[in-house]
C-alpha cells in the first residue's frame, strides 16, 4: 500500500464533483484521492494530478483518458494549466506532508527508524540538496533559526553547537550518525523519538522548500479557480496550517486583509468550513498517520 487516503470521504465531498468538470490532484502519490474523483467524474470530466516524486508514476491508472499526471512541483500549477489550455477549472486538492510510502522506504531517508538509511529527504531526487547537505553546510546561525522555525525544536541552540562541532571530526552521511548525537542531549523529560520528530520534519521542510512552494502554490491556486469553484486543503502541522487558514482568510499568502470604501474586509473566497475537519477515531485507529490531518475548504466567490 503506497499510501492511505487521510479523510478520504471528507475531501471528495469537500470538491463538490461534477461529473463534467476538470480537477486538480496536486500531490498525487499513490493515487487514493485521484482514484476516487475519477469514479466520480463522468466520461467528458478531467482531472490533472501532480507529484515531483518519480515513484508516485507507478501508481497512473491504466487507460484512462481522462486522467494526466504532471511530474513537478504543484507551485507550478498555474503554469502547466495555462500550457494545457485549461487555465480555468472547477477544483483543487491538496494532501499536504509526506506519504507513507516515502517514510517507508529506508533508501529516501525521511525516518529515523532505519539508521543505515542515507541522510537524504529529496522529494524529488533530481533536486541537489539533501538532509547532510544542510547538515554539513549551513551556518550554526542558520541551523538554528531553521530548527527554531521549522520544528519548534526545545533546545535549538545547543543541537546546531553539537552539529557543527560534530561534522569538524566526520561530516554527516547516515541517519544512525546523527540519532547517535542527538541521543546525547534529548532534553529533560521527552524520549528520543519525541525529540527526533520534528527534528526530521524541520529538515525535511528545508530540503523540499515545501513552505515556499506552498505558498506558491496558494498564490497560483487561486487564479486558476473558476468562479464558484472548491479548494480543499489537507495539512499535518502548524506551519502550513497558519499559512492555509490566512491565506483562506484573505486571499493572500502574507494574511494581509483587504478592506473596501468601507473599512469591510473582503478576499476571493467563502469559506465553506470555519473549524477544520478532522480525521474520526476510527480512521486514526485504522491510520495512526493521519492524526494531526485537518482539511479546510473555500470556494471561489462568483462576482
Not at 466520480?40 to 481522462?66: H, S, T, W
Not at 533559526?145 to 520544528?151: A, C, D, H, T
Amino acid at each position: 500500500m503506497y499510501h492511505n487516503p487521510a479523510l478520504l470521504t471528507e475531501s471528495l465531498e469537500a470538491l463538490n464533483i461534477k461529473k463534467s468538470g476538470t480537477y486538480v490532484d496536486v500531490t498525487f502519490g499513490g493515487g487514493g484521492h485521484s482514484k476516487d474523483i475519477l469514479n466520480r467524474l463522468g466520461k467528458d470530466g478531467m482531472l490533472v494530478a501532480f507529484d515531483r516524486d518519480e515513484d508516485a508514476q507507478a501508481n497512473i491508472p491504466k487507460k484512462d483518458d481522462r486522467f494526466l499526471l504532471i511530474p513537478h512541483n504543484y507551485a507550478f500549477i498555474k503554469h502547466y494549466l495555462q500550457y494545457l489550455n485549461k487555465p480555468s477549472v472547477d477544483g483543487i486538492l491538496a494532501d499536504l506532508g509526506i506519504s507513507s510510502w516515502q517514510v517507508d522506504q529506508e533508501d529516501r531517508g525521511f525516518s529515523f527508524r532505519f539508521e543505515d538509511s542515507v541522510l537524504d529527504m529529496r522529494m524529488d531526487k533530481n533536486t541537489s540538496i539533501t538532509a547532510a547537505d544542510v547538515l554539513n553546510t549551513y551556518s550554526e546561525v542558520k541551523l538554528v533559526k531553521l530548527f527554531s522555525e521549522y520544528g519548534e525544536v526545545k533546545n535549538s541552540k545547543t543541537l546546531a553547537r553539537e552539529i557543527c562541532r560534530q561534522r569538524q571530526i566526520a561530516p554527516f552521511k547516515l541517519t544512525q550518525e546523527f540519532v547517535l548525537l542527538a541521543d546525547k542531549i534529548v532534553p529533560r523529560g521527552d524520549t528520543l523519538k519525541k525529540y527526533l520528530a520534528p527534528i526530521f520534519q524541520a529538515l525535511r521542510i528545508e530540503v523540499n522548500k515545501e513552505l515556499e512552494s506552498l505558498k506558491s502554490f496558494l498564490s497560483n491556486a487561486e487564479k486558476c479557480l473558476s468562479p464558484g469553484g472548491r479548494l480543499a486543503i489537507i495539512t499535518y502541522h502548524s506551519l502550513e496550517d497558519r499559512i492555509v487558514k490566512q491565506f483562506f482568510a484573505t486571499g493572500n499568502v502574507d494574511g494581509i486583509e483587504n478592506k473596501d470604501f468601507f473599512g469591510r474586509s473582503f478576499g476571493p473566497f467563502k469559506i465553506i468550513n470555519k473549524k477544520p475537519i478532522t480525521p474520526t477515531e476510527e480512521e486514526i485507529f485504522k491510520n495512526p498517520r493521519v492524526r494531526s490531518a485537518k482539511l479546510r475548504i473555500v470556494e471561489k466567490i462568483i462576482s
